[in-house]
Every structure is written in structure tokens, then in C-alpha cells.
């Protein structure tokens, strides 16, 4: 290779280099693009905000603030974020983009929307673009409601409110226990009861009922944002007089069948109301009070046991 032809390659080498270098420095020091907020949507204390990212190759995410807080630096795989437990009137959204070697954009990105205060039955997503107006984000914060089993409760979710009920036959007590950062309503029997305090722990004591009759049906329901997140429906025990009536007749019908009739089929009849009535008589009660009808209950499965074996017999010896 003589001198000319290695002098031109040294000069497309250098030159390669210099265009490699220049475009490495440049995005180096070049900011990406802003965001474009897409739309809003704002109910009750809560407001929620998506935007679309830039297609620079190096964006790494959008700093994010909140009426002039700042709130955190979302990555480049999120495009919606939420707020709530706010304060009435108008609230500012602000964002900068910022790329992987960390140059931000000095172009602020806002959106100012209005906290009416009003519960809304249904969300209504605002768009702020046209171009965007079918893009629907999901949330990145969501409430999920989990069905836990408790002893005469139901729908209770593990994530803001758990319910457990007691009861007698003439109270009824609902243990409630809630997330304590978020602010939720009770109603007993349809009725509101007001809050001591605006968020919880509420007084225990305000969730005892009194003075009650037997097999009375009660409610409790927790409402968050409007929507039911716990529920307990609870009938207090049956009184003492009605169970030991039942109790007396699962008995009778018992004996009756045992000692009194002669036909298999009419003893298993008798023996299988009796057994009916004991059972049905374990669904009134909870706790200890489940032992009362355990004996009758016993006492018709053997008289049943006692018919079929007359039935049986016979057909095995022939």
C-alpha cells in the first residue's frame, strides 16, 4: 500500500470517528421531547392524569409535580398516574421529560383541572387532544376487592375494610377495622352514622345495637368513594323460649318414631323431620349456643339409623 492510498484511509478513518463522536455528544446533550397529555379525569377528592410519551431513543421518564410538590420521576413504561383525599378547587399537573444521561427538558408541561368535590356514578375520562380522544389508560393505582370468608359477613375486602360480627338475642356488635389513610362512611340499617373523626379508627362502641329482638336481621355496609368495599348482614340468635320449643319437639318426634310406630318407612319420616329441625336449628346459632341442638340432632340420626336397619335386616336374611 503506498503513501497516497494509506493518507486516504487515515482520512475516511478520522472522518468515520468524527461523525461517530459528533452524534454520540450531541444526543448526549440534547433533552428529549416534552409530553402530550392525552386527558384527565377528576371525581369526588381524586384526580387522575395520562399523558403520551416521547419516541426519543434515550428518554428515560417524566418528572412528575403536583400543584409545584414534586411527586416522583415516572419511567418510559408508565403514562398515568393518580391523586386523592384533595382539597377543593383547582389543582396543577406539571412534568418534564428527562433523558439517560439525564438532560431535562426546561419546557414545563402543565394542566390545571377543576376538584369539583361531587361523588360521580360513573368516570368520565376527559380528553384534552382529539387526536387522542379513544385512548383510555389504566390506572396504576386501583382498588381491589378480595372476598375474605368471616363468620356471618360478606364481600369483605382485605385491602381497605375487614368486618366481624357478634352476636345475641338482643345485640349485635360489628368489629370493623379500615385502612387509616382513607376516609370511609358507615350505614347501619340504611342510616349514616357520622364520623367522630373525618378519617378512622370510629368509636367501637358506635358499632353495637341494643335492645333488639330474636331473629332480627340487621346490616352493616362501609362505603369508600361512593361504592360499597364491605358489607355484614346479621341475624340475632333466636330466643331461649323458641329453642328450647324446637329442641322439645325434635325430641318428641323422636320418641315417637322409636317407641310408638311400627313401620320402617313412617319411623324414618318422623326420625327425618326431627333430624330436619335439629339441623335447621344449628343454622340460628354460632360460638358455644351450637352445642344446644347437637344432642336432638343426634338422637334423630340414630332413631333414622334404627328404621333402616329394620329395612335392611329383613331383606338380607331372605
Known sequence: MDAHTLNKHIIILIAVLFCLVGTVSADAVTPPLSVKIAGYISTHNQIGVWW??????????????FDNVYTAEYPYTTNFTYYEFLSLGAHTFSTQTVDTFGNVNATWVNITIDNNGFFACDEAWYCTDTEWCGIKPTPTVTITVTPTAWVGVTKVPTDICSIRADMGETWVRWDAVCNTSVEVLYYIDGVKLENTTPYQPLDPDR????????????????????????????????????????????????????????????????????????????????????????????????????????????AWES
Open 207 to 314: 358499632l353495637i345495637l341494643d335492645d333488639l329482638n330474636g331473629m332480627e336481621t340487621h346490616n352493616l355496609k362501609i362505603y369508600y368513594l361512593n361504592e360499597v368495599i364491605a358489607e355484614s348482614t346479621v341475624t340475632t340468635l333466636p330466643a331461649w323460649y323458641m329453642l328450647l320449643f324446637f329442641i322439645v319437639l325434635s325430641i318428641v318426634l323422636s320418641i315417637i318414631a322409636l317407641l310408638f310406630v311400627e313401620a320402617p318407612v313412617s319411623k324414618i319420616i318422623l326420625g327425618g323431620l326431627a333430624f330436619t329441625i335439629a339441623v335447621w336449628m344449628m343454622t340460628l346459632v354460632t360460638g358455644w349456643m351450637i352445642a344446644v341442638p347437637v344432642a336432638p340432632a343426634i338422637f334423630a340420626g340414630l332413631v333414622i339409623i334404627l328404621a333402616l336397619r329394620d329395612v335392611i335386616a329383613p
Open 52 to 65: 403520551l410519551n416521547p419516541s426519543d431513543a434515550d428518554y428515560r421518564g417524566t418528572q412528575v409535580w
